[in-house]
Structure formats: structure tokens, C-alpha cells
């Protein structure tokens, strides 16, 4: 695949046109109003930072029904009824796809999610412009992520300083040395790492390992995709990594309460 036509780069374009479509759908103004009827925040960060101190696993786990590079992963799709499986298991956040055309999923998921549970939720989608972070918390979003690959340092700043502004918390993922660099100039506790590559899609869990003598001490790692067995659970607490983002790994198995559990065996 050439670095022209990368799935991340189509997915960029088609956001471009899926946020225009919004814009001219609801205004801005409209968002901050729906805003004010919003239960308070639920503390992401706090609560995953409070359960890594304590040298446990911070789990966020993943509700999503497919994507671009492993097709439908799970038919019987229930947003609400993952929530609540999740939370009983021990799942300290939760994640929740929203991007429709190359994830099948929906605002609706979100909503469905949260409202089912009192944990605190991340809209998962691709952050490219303010009005999505102010929608985000329109829906009853707690957190956003923003990717730094998708982003130059000037939009990263001011999606970053919208979220502060609303009240979300912000999960800013990287990939390399380089992107981590660039997050690092935020003020920003949490940063993910994504295993994944979203060029390629390839998988490796040395990305992180590669990365973290790089991270500060102020700062609340978090390793996503390729967390797949206790083994990587284990190799990620050695090196002294307790936050994860695990999707795939859950929505594939008939009950993914009961495959977090047996994944993260601190929290059985």
C-alpha cells in the first residue's frame, strides 16, 4: 500500500466530508446548548491513573463492532449490554467506535454505552476539527482521542486546547519517536502508544517497549492493539506498563466480560 492511499489517509478524507455534512446539519452554537443538559464528566484520566498507581491493571476496554483492516468482528452487537459486561469485569474506562463508514459505528453507540454504566467513556473516533470535539461532549463523551499522525502541531493544539475548554479529557496517541515528541510538547497526562500502524495496520508490541524510556514520569502510558494473551499482560507489567486500550481481543469472544477477565488475570 502506497503511503499515498494509506487507510488512514482515506479515512481523513472522508471525515473532512462526513464534518462538513455535520456543520451544515447542526451549528456549533447548537452543540454548546445541548452541552448544558449533559450529566458532569466521569473522571477518565483520574480513574486510570488511580488504578495504575496501585500497580493494577487500567483497563479501557473496547466496544466496536468492526474494522478496516479485520472486517466485522462481532455480529451480535449490543453497545449497552458490552457496557455493563465490561464494568462487572473490572474494566476501569470504556472505548466506544463512532466512526460509521470504516468502523460501523454510530453516535447511537455511544449514547447506548454509557448510559448503561457509570464508567467513563472515550469517543473513539478520528479528531480533525473543533466542532467534533465540541460534539463529542454534546454526546456525553468524557474523553476524545486525537492522533497525532493526522494532525500537524497547530491543529493538535487547538483540538487539544477545545477539549480542555468543554471539560474532556484527552488521550493523544503516537506511534514512533518522533510523534511522541510532538505530544510531549502538550501538557497532556495521558499518551497512548498504538502498537498498530495506521499506514500499514501491521502489529507490534515492541513499539511500545521501544518508546518508554522516553516517556516522563508525569506521564500515564497507555499501550493499545496487540494485547492479545496474559503473556503480553505480563511482559507490559514488567516493563512497568499497567494502562491498555484491548478491543479486538474481547469483541471477538462470545462473552467479553468474561475475556477481560481471563486476559488481565490481576483483575479476576
Known amino acids: 500500500m502506497s503511503c499515498s492511499t494509506t487507510i488512514l489517509d482515506r479515512i481523513i478524507a472522508r471525515k473532512r466530508q462526513e464534518v462538513s455534512d455535520r456543520q451544515d446539519n447542526q451549528a456549533i452554537e447548537a452543540l454548546y ?10 473522571g477518565f484520566t483520574e480513574r486510570l491513573v488511580t488504578q495504575a498507581q496501585s500497580k493494577q491493571s487500567a483497563v479501557i476496554a473496547e466496544i466496536k463492532r468492526a474494522s478496516p483492516s479485520k472486517g466485522l468482528l462481532r455480529a451480535d452487537f449490543q453497545p449497552a449490554l458490552h457496557a455493563t459486561q465490561y464494568e462487572r469485569a473490572g474494566a476501569t474506562c470504556l472505548s466506544v467506535l463512532t466512526d460509521q463508514d470504516f468502523f460501523q459505528g454510530s453516535d447511537a453507540d455511544l449514547k447506548a454505552a454509557r448510559g448503561a454504566c457509570q464508567l467513563p467513556v472515550i469517543r473513539k473516533d478520528f479528531m480533525i476539527d473543533p466542532y467534533q470535539i465540541v460534539e463529542s461532549r454534546a454526546l456525553g463523551a468524557d474523553c476524545i482521542l486525537l492522533i497525532v499522525s493526522a494532525l500537524d502541531d497547530a491543529k493538535l493544539a487547538v483540538l487539544h486546547e477545545t477539549a480542555l475548554s468543554v471539560g474532556l479529557d484527552v488521550l493523544i496517541e503516537v506511534h514512533d519517536e518522533r510523534e511522541l515528541h510532538r505530544a510531549l510538547a502538550l501538557d497532556n497526562r495521558l ?54 486500550l484491548v478491543g479486538e481481543a474481547f469483541m471477538r469472544q462470545p462473552d467479553p466480560g468474561v475475556a477481560l477477565t481471563q486476559l488481565f488475570e490481576d483483575l479476576a
Open 191 to 244: 499518551i497512548g502508544i498504538n502498537n498498530r500502524n495506521l499506514h500499514t495496520f501491521e502489529t507490534k508490541l515492541e513499539v511500545t517497549l521501544d518508546l518508554l524510556d522516553q516517556m516522563p514520569d508525569d506521564r500515564l502510558l497507555i499501550t493499545e492493539s496487540g494485547i492479545l494473551q496474559p503473556q503480553d499482560v505480563q511482559l507490559m507489567h514488567s516493563h512497568g506498563v499497567y494502562g491498555f
Open 33 to 42: 446548548e445541548r452541552i448544558q443538559d449533559q450529566d458532569a464528566v466521569r
